[in-house]
Each structure stands twice: as structure tokens, then as C-alpha cells.
């Protein structure tokens, strides 16, 4: 098999903003300005305002049998990149370079028609693929059995349910066996098994030397998915390896995006300012080591002195119910905090939890009346990376020891009985 | 995995600006083959008369234009041209509405299909071709039911038909025609994906466009302007060279068909090479 190969080099890519045209109305209008001695000013393109860079000196690599994630705040660029590479669109500037059959799953059944059959699309997103009729016609059966649809495959697609076309649409891009395969955040839809079995596939054509570069907002997919990380934001590649330093990036380029730490409501009289793990050397850490001792630190502003501060922290995956939970106030631990910015520091022995994606809120009380004078909500994320420790919930520290057991006299003599 | 195709989706874009679009296009050859057949099973989904709409447009044209030329205003007897008007108008009307529906389906086949554009890498040259091949699949159809009305006038009125050697140049007539629509189409599709506008005027220009060609009528001799102006118009060779072929039985006039085969050649070196060079701005303009 000959090994597929994708290097992007110092890629950059411009987008107008606006509409990109003029219409007859705008250049009447126009016309108007200018005759009115307003007209408008003719900018260089380079540094005009109507245009920015969605992509800006991008470079990377993916190697055959390599998975590799790309991961990023919304508008960093990555579809953009996945759109570069499939050839859709053309970059400013530097140079793409793939070799082998490449086959970009941007969108999911592409070029779907409702009013023909599912067989019949079949037909035509494979070939759009890059399958030809006779690999289409042996693997048809494949196709139709992966996809579970195999009871309406001669109904035209507009009667199936979303779910149903996705599933049609997957599992022809699954039988394409591509060199490289791009995949572009359209494992959301589909039931959970058949995520599972797309994941499953991904993974087989890997390991059978392909290469994958795959954009996800589901980080615990792509923790188990992908060794490697791309992460970009604001059209610039900000990091490039393992995957659990990647996501604590990606957090702290959505931190820096969104202005993320500022907790605040209205009528609340506090703001947490800024909130961070630091590790055992009180140095912040995006990733927490499970094992290790962990101080959770919580800055903040209050806009008058609180004579008995209360402090909760609560950790819990990105739904579900909350798995851990600090309460000062259980602790019977209150502040007396003046008016002005304040700092409360909240010592683990480890952090305990399973490897992935955990969201953080911080609550601060008013001790005295109860009222909730701060309260950030999930917005707070950090990666936890426990080493390969388990697939459960929460990794605990603890050891196995194992000793031989002497068999029993009677148990001996009961297996000779039944023997 | 030995017997794969891998050429497929292989493609150094380091030099994409000068890779060549006839090799790319042949390498994506069954992608156009799969969209035409897209093209027309879409258009005759959910039809009773299915691919019988290929001969009723030309066939109802014809009965109309034959009620007026030959019973409300008679204008025939002045026509000279030598065999039925049925079967005069209906030899222009096929080959002019293969013309115009492929053309239409030129103008709007970028548009309409945004999410392949914006989504699957294929040379963009695929969709205005798919849709003159679905409009060359009704050509033929229409086409043939054209022996059937030659044998009707044959055998039953005193016109009698000829078969005659010059029938063998019709392919060359049908592939001059194929390059000129293709050149056309690419242009009009391009155009229309910047501004709409171009699939409002089209609409209006084909219609005036058959009135300046000889289509239902022949191309008079008389030098006055308005036949001047009819025959500049690269349409009215090819036209009229359907007719040479196939019921004259002559080879068409070298002269004219000369000049419609060198605008046809130069409309598609012009189109293609347009539609090429805007084409990597098509997924963001669209």
C-alpha cells in the first residue's frame, strides 16, 4: 500500500468580510456618494479592514498511521484548514502538498438528493468520493449492512430522518478507504452505537496506515482518538503535540477568546477575577495530574467587605451530576474579606478523577444572609490526565498486592468426590 | 487495496495554478458521468411521463409554430425550403433545445449545487458538463423520434426523403455544438455565481436568441440587415447544418460552418480557461 502524505507550509488564507459583491443598488448608491464628493476610499487590500486573516502562516505535517486532532476555539480556522487541504479552496500564500486518495468528510452525504433513493445516492456520493462503479457495486453490500438502513435503502432519502441520511452518508465515506481522511465535526450527529462504530472504523483504517486529521469539540473523543494535536486559534497554529497539553491550551485560548473570567451578574456585589489549578510547585497548570497535590486558586473582587465569606467549588464533567464538591462553609472555614480584590486557595491532596474534561464553578456566599454574591457557573475548564490509570469515574491512589493460596483439605477432598 | 485507482485525489497543490484542467478533469471523468446521471434521474423523479418530456418540449414547439406559419398567418409558401415545415421547424427545435436547456442547466448548476462546491473537491468544470450531458441524453431521445416523423411524411404526403453519405457528418455538427455550449455554459455558470442577475437576463436572452436563429424559420438571402445579423449569429450555421446533413442530404455551406466551429473553439478556449483560473474562488464567493 502506497502511504499517503499530507505538509502544509506556511499556509495563509484571507477572507473578505461583507457580502464580497456589489449589487446594482450599491453601485447606484454609489454612484450617488461619489457624486457627492463622499465617496468611498479605495484601501490597499492587504491592510484593508473589510479583510482578515482566517488563516495566518500555518504548518504542520501528518505522517501515515498518524490521527491527529485539530482543535480550536469557533472561527480559529479550522475548517478553513480542512478546506485548504481538500482542495476546496486556495490558499494566499505557502503550499499544500498530499499525496494518495484523499477523502474529506466535511459534510456528511454530500450531495445527497431527497427525491433519490438511498441506493441511488450511494451511487453518487461514492463516486463524488472517488470510488468507481465496480468498487461501489462490491462493496455496496457493506455499505447498506454498516449504514443499518439496508429495510428503506430503495426510499428516496427525504423520507429518512436525519439520523438515518447520516448514517448512509458515514458509512459510504467509511468504505472509501482513503489515504488520508479529513474529518470535520460530523460525528455529532448519530446515536451513540454509531458513533462507537465510527470511531471503531477510524481507528481500523489507521492502523492499517492511513492518516487522519479530525476536528472535534468532543474532547474526550479526541483524548481517546488522537496521540497528536493541533490546536489554532485566531488563524495561527499556537500548538503542535500531545494531546492532553493540547486541550489545556485550547481551554486557555477560549479562556483568552471570550473573556471567560468575568463572573458576574447583576446585583451580585462580587466577581471571581481569575481562577487557576497551580501544581505542587505553585505553578499554574492547564492539565491537573491526578495523583499529584493540587491547589485550586480563586481570585476576586468584591465591591464591599463581607465580614463572613463563604467559598464552594464544584467539579463535574460537561453535563451530568456534580462529582466533586467543596463547601468552606461545611468546613465551618469563613473569610472575613475586606472591600477590594482577595485571593482564597483551596489545597487537594490529588484530584482524583479519571483522565478528560472537567468544568469548574465557584460560588461565593454571603455567610451571614446566605445570598449568593458570585457564582461563575460552569465556565471554568481543566483537563485532568491520570496516566492511563482506568476507564472508570474517579482514579483513586491504591495498590494491588497478591499472595498464592494453599487449597483447603476438605475443598481437595470434595473435587476428588466429584471427579 | 492494489486494485484502487490511486491517482484519485492525488494532486501536488504546490503547482496547482498551472496543473492541467483536461488531465484533471479526465481523472474525475466518472464523477461526471454520476452527476449526469443525478441530473436526470432528478428531473424525472416523481413523473408519469419520465424521459418522454425530452420529445414533448421540441414536439410541442413544433405543432405550434406549425399552426402559425402554416394555418394563421401562412407564411410557408415564401419559406423555399424544400420538405414539410413540420419537419423543418422540428430538425432546428431539437438541436436548439438541447441548446437552451443545457445552457440553463449550465447557468444554475454551480448555484444550485452550493454544497458540493463548498464541500467536495471535484474540477468545478464537472457541473456546467453534467448538465449539457443530461441535456445531450434528451437530445438523443428527442432525436430519434425524428425518424419516425421523417418516415410519416415520407409515406404519407408526396415529400420524399433521401438518405444520403452527408448523414455521416452529423457528429462533427453535434460536437462543434458541444464545444460551443460547453465554452457558453462554463462562462454563464461562473457568471451567475457572482451575480444572480446573470439567470434573470438569460432567461429572457434565450428566448430572443431562438428568434435570431434560423430555428423555425430559414435563413433568408435577401442581404438585408436583419439576415446579416442572423447569420453572425455562430447558432445559424449549426442550425442549418442539421438540415444540410440530415434532410438535404448535402454537406453544410464550408464557409459559415468554418466560422461557427472557430467561435465554438474560441468561446471554450475563453470560457474554460476563465472558468478555471476563478475557480478556486468559487467556495468562498458562492
Known amino acids: 500500500m502506497k502511504a499517503g502524505m499530507l505538509k502544509v507550509e506556511q499556509v495563509s488564507k484571507r477572507f473578505e468580510r461583507g457580502a464580497g459583491h456589489d449589487t446594482l443598488a450599491d453601485l447606484i448608491a454609489d454612484g450617488f456618494r461619489r457624486l457627492l464628493g463622499r465617496?468611498?476610499?479605495?484601501?490597499?487590500?492587504?491592510?484593508?479592514?473589510?479583510?482578515?486573516?482566517?488563516?495566518?502562516g500555518v504548518s504542520f505535517e501528518v505522517h501515515p498511521g498518524e490521527a491527529v486532532g485539530l482543535i480550536g476555539p469557533n472561527g480559529a480556522g479550522k475548517s478553513t484548514a480542512l478546506k485548504l487541504i481538500a482542495g476546496i479552496m486556495r490558499p494566499e500564500k505557502g503550499w499544500i502538498e498530499t499525496r494518495g486518495r484523499l477523502t474529506a468528510l466535511i459534510e456528511i452525504g454530500a450531495g445527497f438528493h431527497g427525491d433519490l433513493t438511498g441506493r441511488e445516492n450511494v451511487y453518487m456520493n461514492a463516486s463524488i468520493l472517488g470510488m468507481r462503479k465496480a468498487e461501489i457495486d462490491r462493496k455496496l453490500d457493506a455499505i447498506i449492512d454498516f449504514s443499518g438502513v439496508e429495510a428503506f435503502i430503495d426510499t428516496p432519502v427525504k423520507r429518512y430522518s436525519s439520523g438515518m441520511q447520516t448514517r448512509l452518508g458515514f458509512s459510504v465515506a467509511a468504505h472509501v478507504q482513503p489515504d488520508i481522511l479529513i474529518v470535520d465535526e460530523v460525528l455529532s450527529v448519530g446515536?451513540?452505537?454509531?458513533?462507537?462504530?465510527?470511531?471503531?472504523?477510524?481507528?481500523?483504517?489507521?492502523?492499517?496506515?492511513?492518516?487522519?486529521?479530525?476536528?472535534?469539540?468532543?474532547?474526550?473523543?479526541?483524548?481517546?482518538?488522537?496521540?497528536?494535536?493541533l490546536v489554532v486559534d485566531g488563524g495561527r497554529l499556537i500548538f503542535d503535540g500531545g494531546t492532553a497539553q493540547a486541550v489545556g491550551r485550547y481551554i486557555d485560548a477560549l479562556k483568552h477568546q471570550q473573556g471567560y473570567l468575568t463572573g458576574c451578574t447583576e446585583k451580585q456585589i462580587a466577581r471571581v477575577t481569575e481562577f487557576c489549578l497551580r501544581d505542587e510547585h505553585g505553578k499554574e497548570v492547564l492539565v491537573a495530574d491526578a495523583v499529584r497535590p493540587l491547589d485550586v486558586d480563586v481570585a476576586f473582587e468584591l465591591d464591599r467587605s463581607v465580614a463572613n465569606l463563604a467559598v464552594e467549588v464544584d467539579v463535574r464533567q460537561e453535563v451530568g451530576t456534580v462529582l466533586l464538591n467543596f463547601a468552606s462553609v461545611r468546613d465551618e472555614t469563613a473569610f472575613d474579606a475586606p472591600a477590594g480584590k482577595g485571593r482564597v486557595t483551596l489545597s487537594l491532596p490529588s484530584l482524583p478523577l479519571a483522565g478528560g474534561q472537567y468544568f469548574w464553578r465557584v460560588l461565593l456566599r454571603d455567610g451571614d444572609s446566605g445570598d449568593v454574591i458570585a457564582d461563575t457557573d460552569y465556565r471554568y475548564s481543566s483537563v485532568v490526565e491520570d496516566g492511563g490509570r482506568?476507564?472508570?469515574?474517579?482514579?483513586?491512589?491504591?495498590?494491588?498486592?497478591?499472595?498464592?493460596?494453599?487449597?483447603?483439605?476438605?475443598?481437595?477432598?470434595?473435587?476428588?468426590?466429584?471427579? | 487495496m492494489s486494485d484502487l485507482p490511486h491517482s484519485i485525489g492525488t494532486c501536488d497543490r504546490r503547482n496547482s495554478a498551472q496543473s492541467d484542467p483536461v488531465a484533471e478533469l479526465f481523472r474525475y471523468r466518472h464523477v461526471l458521468y454520476s452527476l449526469t446521471v443525478r441530473e436526470l434521474r432528478i428531473r424525472y423523479k416523481q413523473s408519469w411521463l419520465g424521459i418522454g418530456w425530452a420529445v414533448c418540449v421540441p414536439l410541442s414547439m413544433m405543432l405550434v409554430f406549425t399552426f402559425v406559419f402554416t394555418q394563421a398567418v401562412q407564411l410557408v409558401d415564401g419559406m423555399n425550403i424544400n420538405m414539410p415545415y413540420a419537419l423543418f421547424a422540428y430538425v432546428g427545435l431539437v438541436p436548439w433545445t438541447f441548446f437552451a436547456s443545457g445552457l440553463n442547466g449550465s447557468v444554475n448548476s454551480l448555484v444550485s449545487n452550493r454544497n458540493l462546491v463548498t464541500r467536495v473537491y471535484f474540477p468545478r468544470e464537472v457541473l456546467p458538463l453534467s448538465a449539457i450531458g443530461a441535456a445531450f441524453v434528451d437530445f438523443c431521445v428527442a432525436g430519434s423520434v425524428l425518424a419516425g416523423?421523417?418516415?410519416?411524411?415520407?409515406?404519407?404526403?408526396?415529400?420524399?426523403?433521401?438518405?444520403?453519405?452527408?448523414?455521416?457528418?452529423?457528429?462533427?455538427v453535434v460536437v462543434v455544438q458541444v464545444v460551443m455550449m460547453t465554452g457558453i455554459g462554463m462562462l454563464l455558470a461562473m457568471a451567475n455565481l457572482f451575480y444572480r442577475d446573470v439567470r434573470q437576463v438569460f432567461g429572457v436572452a434565450i428566448?430572443?436568441?431562438?428568434?435570431?436563429?434560423?430555428?423555425?424559420y430559414p435563413l433568408a438571402s435577401d442581404g438585408s440587415w436583419a439576415a446579416r445579423c442572423v447569420a453572425l449569429n455562430p447558432m445559424t450555421p449549426i442550425i442549418g447544418a442539421y438540415r444540410d446533413c440530415l434532410i438535404y442530404g448535402r454537406l453544410p455551406q464550408a464557409g459559415p460552418f468554418a466560422y461557427a466551429t472557430i467561435v465554438s473553439v474560441l468561446l471554450l478556449a475563453f470560457g474554460w480557461s476563465c472558468f478555471h483560473r476563478a475557480g478556486y474562488q468559487f467556495a468562498e464567493r458562492i
Open chain 2, 149 to 172: 416523423l421523417v418516415a410519416y411524411f415520407h409515406y404519407l404526403t408526396p415529400w420524399s426523403f433521401e438518405l444520403h453519405a452527408a448523414v455521416l457528418f452529423l457528429p462533427i
Open chain 1, 390 to 419: 482506568t476507564t472508570g469515574v474517579l482514579c483513586l491512589p491504591h495498590t494491588w498486592t497478591h499472595a498464592e493460596e494453599v487449597p483447603h483439605e476438605s475443598n481437595v477432598k470434595l473435587l476428588r468426590a466429584t471427579a
Open chain 2, 207 to 216: 428566448q430572443l436568441w431562438m428568434f435570431g436563429t434560423n430555428v423555425v
Open chain 1, 39 to 56: 465617496g468611498r476610499k479605495q484601501s490597499n487590500p492587504d491592510a484593508s479592514p473589510d479583510s482578515f486573516w482566517a488563516l495566518d
Open chain 1, 191 to 229: 446515536d451513540v452505537m454509531f458513533r462507537q462504530r465510527c470511531i471503531q472504523r477510524m481507528r481500523e483504517l489507521v492502523d492499517g496506515g492511513a492518516l487522519l486529521l479530525f476536528v472535534t469539540h468532543h474532547l474526550e473523543q479526541m483524548q481517546a482518538f488522537c496521540s497528536r494535536c
